[in-house]
């Protein structure tokens, strides 16, 4: 594990060259109506309990409040990484014109996805039980909720191949250190950082914990914001439009970022 002493001046290198990440508001949209929607879409009915539940509840509502601009009625919708379908299935129920699609590895908790969907009597959500990479159907937006190490950037990297948004909220940075995608990800940070500085950092960016005002989170925190510029940056090149943001409340998660991209 890197130091803080290693990880620093890599940033400081970082923001000489204007690399700093810019965090924008998130935009003021209507809130999600869970007392409208079936209770099992809701991360507080059931299968999670207690502050566990109402964190997801707020990671959701803060990808939501993203999406809502950023559909058309008949969007196609990826939720990928979706496990149960915490994101997918309320995604779903406020935007019934849309259709979902629940992806994800494991077979076992798209199986508990499916159980919700038949519960909630949602009729415009599909399960693709799979791999990011396989996913080759055509669609207009991919959500990533807490998608782990570079399967936020494999999906990331779809959406831009297809030409559709992107709404990423990356977790489990550090994973990075083994991947065999090439990092940094845009050419403006590889003119200043090379793969050994990026996965120090990759992994500096896991120290975000529960004590927001301790340093390590502070650090955790500063370095997370740098990774996922990194990532909005190689979407620029591809002549993307992007933002990026931390979920109110930041509390929400330790993994508190949104990336999002528009192609423009
Ligand atoms: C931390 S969980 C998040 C689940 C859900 N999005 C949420 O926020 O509650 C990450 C999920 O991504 C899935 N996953 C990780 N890498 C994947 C890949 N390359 N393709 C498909 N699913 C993947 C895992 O199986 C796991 O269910």
């Known amino acids: ?6 990880v620093a001046p890599i940033l400081d290198r970082l923001d000489a060259q204007g690399l700093t990440p810019v965090y924008d508001a998130l935009p003021e949209t209507e809130p999600v109506e869970w007392h409208a929607l079936p209770t099992q879409v809701d991360p ?37 990484g979706a496990s149960s379908g915490n994101l997918g299935l309320p995604v779903a129920a406020c935007f019934p014109t849309c259709q979902v699609y629940i992806v ?13 969907i038949a519960g909630s009597g ?13 996913v080759t159907f055509p669609f207009d937006v991919g959500l990533g909720l807490h998608l782990c190490g570079d399967a936020t950037d494999q999906a990331q990297m779809l959406c831009i191949e297809r030409g559709a948004v992107y709404i990423m909220a990356p977790c489990c940075i550090g994973f ?23 996965d120090w950092l990759a992994s500096a960016a896991d120290w975000t914990g529960r004590d927001e005002q301790g340093d390590q989170h502070r650090r955790g925190k ?34 508190n970022e949104i990336i999002v991209g528009t192609p423009s």
């Open 44 to 80: 507080t009915g059931g299968l999670m309990d207690g502050i566990r539940a109402q964190r997801k509840r707020w990671q959701v509502e803060n990808m939501i409040r993203v999406l809502r601009g950023l559909t058309r009625p008949g969007s196609v919708i990826v939720d990928f």
């Open 176 to 198: 990075i250190q083994r991947s065999a995608l090439v990092f940094p990800r845009s050419r403006a940070f590889s003119m200043v950082v090379n793969r050994t500085e990026y």
């Open 222 to 255: 500063r370095s997370m914001g740098y990774v996922n510029r990194d990532r909005n940056l190689a979407a620029v090149e591809h002549r993307y439009r992007v933002t990026q943001h931390t979920m109110v409340p930041s509390d929400a998660s330790p993994k």
């Open 1 to 6: 594990m890197p130091s803080w002493s290693t």
């Open 122 to 134: 949602l009729k415009n959500v599909a399960l693709y039980p799979g791999f990011v990479k396989e």
């Open 104 to 116: 994800d590895k494991k077979s076992r908790t798209v199986d508990i996805a499916k159980e919700r």
